[in-house]
């Protein structure tokens, strides 16, 4: 009998879910408290806004070296570049790989010192510059600087601002910049929020295959103890018979905390279990192949139309540019873009000036539109608009997918399930043109920029299976906001309250076990009672009586 019992699958999911949900009762709840602070709150950065505050507007009048000479010089062959001031004054040309050359000298951005590091974060907030301090010199990455792209700026100069908001300053010796900022209460807020619901501690995210392993396994493990709780679950569920408990009656052979969790598990069982998948999803564990496969040559190439050509890119065309967009807004920086076989310049409108006292934490930047720009053309500097026309964007979707028949193309005035932002801040029209190809692939050209984004089959699967069920980022509450923060909310305290009810009848089975196997080891002779409780077939059902229509012997092994 005992045998069989042991081969039964009830008890199979009985137990698998009973260790999993003692193993992983607390990770629940601190993903789910963690997770609706992520909502608002990401991780500390340098904000873009404080970045471009303390750069000086463009003025070329001191350049006298070209970016080919500096390319040239330095031996670099960019795909584009970036041309702006640096925060000593003099204007710099700086490339994809992160190196800069100053457009006066053609010298290198030098390294930056301890001192130099320090005199720069007093430059950089000087009503503080009494009490700044040398904090850390960090080879290894921090707790806000592990990200990879993060971590490329090592060594770091962390300085104290002193302030009574506790800021940090990150200055990069490579980069000879500062590169991130926290403060303490955004320190907190990034630990409550990013740091626990990603699992970022840093020694286990300095090593980003074992992190990926840890966190999207242990996700799927989750998902496994959801699954065995719900199915066990329903069958427990007495919805046409009832227990006769202590307490009285009910549908629930169980009592106390884990008639909660049995009922919880039975409404947010779901949502919990496609929130742990959709978390391994996102990591792509366990089904790697769904994601957009690799760009091909021509897509890589397709914007672009051949490598940038930096001789055309001479200093009187430059200065020309500047004046051209002077006449809308004196620009803080021109970046230099290839589109289909000639570069263009585009300038930004610069974000008002920055002032400390405006700053509302080091990771609460908000969401804002892609700030106003004007293309110009190298080869014709007095000439500026804002976007490329629908002709130049179809050479585009042509170039990029050679020979591939259309099944459909259309402006898209509106966000498709594919193509959005909650907040609105992805620019409009763009041109979405799909291919009747093998990988079903979509393409979105936005003529803003001249830029292009590409979603295939696995791309719009992972769309669904992670962001739909992970962000909950369906179209009809999406964009209704406070509808979609309540709706989730609402569903992540349902999630706590099914995963806190199973902390306190796992920390005293817990506390049995390990009284028991004390025990074990100091008696030859073990108790029978405990032997048998251990083993699921305790003649004792802890408060539970045999009800009408239930056979004892298939009472829950949960309950022992």
Not at 327 to 349: A, N
Request: glycine share 10%; proline share 7%; charged share 20%.
């Amino acid at each position: 009998m005992g045998a069989r019992k042991l081969l039964n699958w009830k008890t199979f999911l009985i137990y698998l879910h009973r260790w999993t949900g003692i193993v992983f009762g607390l990770v629940f709840v601190v993903w789910f408290i963690s997770g609706v602070a992520i909502m608002y709150v990401g991780l500390p950065h340098l904000s873009v806004r404080e970045r471009l505050g303390h750069m000086p507007a463009l003025d070329f009048s001191s350049v006298t070296v070209t970016p080919a000479e500096a390319a040239a010089r330095h031996d670099l062959t960019p795909a584009r570049l970036g041309v702006e001031m640096f925060y000593d004054g003099r204007p710099i040309y700086r490339f994809p790989d992160g190196t800069k050359v100053y457009a006066d000298t053609g010298d290198r951005v030098g390294r930056a010192s301890r001192e130099q590091a320090i005199e720069m974060i007093r430059r950089w907030v000087p009503q503080f510059a009494g009490t700044v301090q040398y904090d850390a010199y960090l080879t290894e990455p921090d707790q806000w600087t592990v990200g990879p792209s993060r971590r490329a700026a090592l060594p770091l100069h962390r300085i104290a601002l002193g302030d009574p908001a506790g800021t940090m300053y990150y200055v990069s010796e490579q980069l000879g910049e500062p590169t991130m900022k926290t403060d303490r209460r955004g320190r907190v807020l990034g630990y409550v929020g990013a740091v626990l619901h990603w699992t970022y501690f840093t020694s286990l995210r300095r090593n980003q295959p074992l992190w990926i392993a840890v966190v999207g396994w242990g996700a799927v493990a989750g998902v496994l103890m959801c699954v065995a709780g719900m199915v066990v679950g329903f069958v427990r569920l007495g919805y046409r018979k009832v227990y006769r408990l202590r307490a009285g009656t009910s549908h629930s052979p169980y009592s106390g905390w884990m008639k909660w969790h049995h009922y919880s598990g039975l409404i947010f069982g779901v949502v919990t279990m496609t929130w742990a998948f959709s978390g391994a999803m996102s990591l792509s564990v366990p089904f790697p192949s769904i994601r957009n496969a690799p760009a091909t040559d021509a897509q890589r190439t397709a914007v672009a139309g051949s490598p940038l050509d930096l001789e055309l890119i001479t200093i009187d065309r430059m200065r020309t540019a500047l004046a051209t967009l002077g006449l809308s807004f004196v620009p803080k920086q021109i970046d230099v873009h290839q589109f289909r076989g000639q570069p263009y310049f585009i300038g930004y409108r610069p974000p008002g000036p920055y002032a400390y006292a405006d700053e509302i934490g080091a990771n609460e930047e908000q969401a804002a539109p892609r700030p106003e720009h004007r293309i110009i053309p190298v080869g014709n500097p007095t000439v500026a608009f804002t976007r490329f026309t629908g002709d130049r964007m179809w050479d585009v979707a042509k170039a990029a997918m050679p020979g591939v028949p259309i099944r459909d193309a259309a402006w898209l005035q509106e966000y498709d399930a594919y193509y959005y932002n909650q907040d609105g801040i992805r620019p409009l029209p763009v041109l979405r043109v799909r291919y009747a190809d093998e990988r079903s692939t979509w393409l979105y050209l936005d003529p803003n920029l001249g830029t292009m984004t590409k979603q295939d089959i696995g791309g719009r699967w992972l769309r669904w299976l992670y962001h739909g069920l992970h962000n909950l980022d369906f179209p009809f509450w999406y964009y209704r906001r406070p509808l979609w923060d309540i709706a989730v909310i609402l569903l992540s305290i349902g999630g706590l309250v099914l995963s806190a009810t199973t902390l306190l009848p796992s920390w005293r089975r817990l506390v049995r076990h390990a009284h028991h196997w004390k025990g074990a080891l100091v008696t030859p002779k073990t108790d029978s009672r405990l032997r048998l409780a251990d083993r699921g077939w305790s003649a004792r059902v802890g408060g539970l009586e045999q009800s009408r229509g239930d056979n004892s012997a298939d009472a829950d092994p949960a309950l022992r």
